[in-house]
Antibody, heavy 115, light 109 residues
Framework: QVQLVQSGAEVKKPGASVKVSCKASGYTFTSYDINWVRQATGQGLEWMGWMNPNSGNTGYAQKFQDRVTITRNTSINTNYMELSSLRSEDTAVYYC????????WGQGTMVTVSS | QSVLTQPPSASGTPGQRVTISCSGSSSNIGSNTVNWYQQLPGTAPKLLIYRNNQRPSGVPDRFSGSKSGTSASLAISGLQSEDEADYYCASWDDSLNGVFGGGTKLTVL
């Protein structure tokens, strides 16, 4: 079935970077954009950026422009989101979601930033 | 502070009809379609309505969406206890940035 499977939970110190993966299966990976969305505990959804896995083109929310990088490895149908210079406010669940409709979501990856 | 504005909470009794509003601007809802997501506690969001008023396969016809100008609405008729969840509207802006509402917590009394 169509699914996105993300990597496991991470604990990082302030100032470090985190890289979360999102592996697609059940559809043609290069046919749909991948978006990244995060959600702090008890808060709403926040869009971070997108990538077209076919062209490699990306777009980032202005808030994260200087700290986020989205990449992909088409040979293993996997998309990555790396967030640098982590701070406590980055503690959240990070989701990948398919296409402009966000019709398929990954299960989420908890990233905790703590000293 | 979210780009799209939703009421933080809504409630209704079983069988009632409830609507949730989503307000934006000419640069997002006014020029792009709106999608709605349902998020049950501890789970990832699920696409509920896409392109303003389309239901994905498997979504009951109790859920409906509409859009007018720079606002959109989600209606749930025949409210059921399992509809208790958080609901988010989303769209795109003219710079191809995704935008979300702050979410509405629906309580079934």
């Amino acid at each position: 079935q169509v699914q996105l499977v993300q990597s496991g939970a991470e604990v990082k110190k302030p100032g470090a970077s985190v890289k979360v993966s999102c592996k697609a299966s059940g559809y043609t990976f290069t046919s749909y954009d991948i978006n990244w969305v995060r959600q702090a505990t008890g808060q709403g959804l926040e869009w971070m950026g997108w990538m077209n896995p076919n062209s490699g083109n990306t777009g980032y929310a202005q808030k994260f422009q200087d700290r986020v990088t989205i990449t992909r490895n088409t040979s293993i149908n996997t998309n990555y989101m790396e967030l640098s210079s982590l701070r406590s406010e980055d503690t959240a669940v990070y989701y990948c979601a398919r296409g402009r409709l966000f019709d398929i979501w990954g299960q989420g990856t908890m990233v905790t930033v703590s000293s | 502070q979210s780009v799209l504005t939703q009421p933080p909470s809504a409630s209704g009794t079983p069988g009632q009809r409830v609507t949730i509003s989503c307000s934006g601007s000419s640069s997002n809802i006014g020029s792009n379609t709106v999608n709605w997501y349902q998020q049950l506690p501890g789970t990832a969001p699920k696409l509920l309505i896409y392109r303003n008023n389309q239901r994905p396969s498997g979504v009951p016809d109790r859920f409906s969406g509409s859009k007018s100008g720079t606002s959109a609405s989600l209606a749930i008729s025949g409210l059921q206890s399992e509809d208790e969840a958080d609901y988010y509207c989303a769209s795109w802006d003219d710079s191809l940035n995704g935008v979300f509402g702050g979410g509405t917590k629906l309580t079934v009394l």
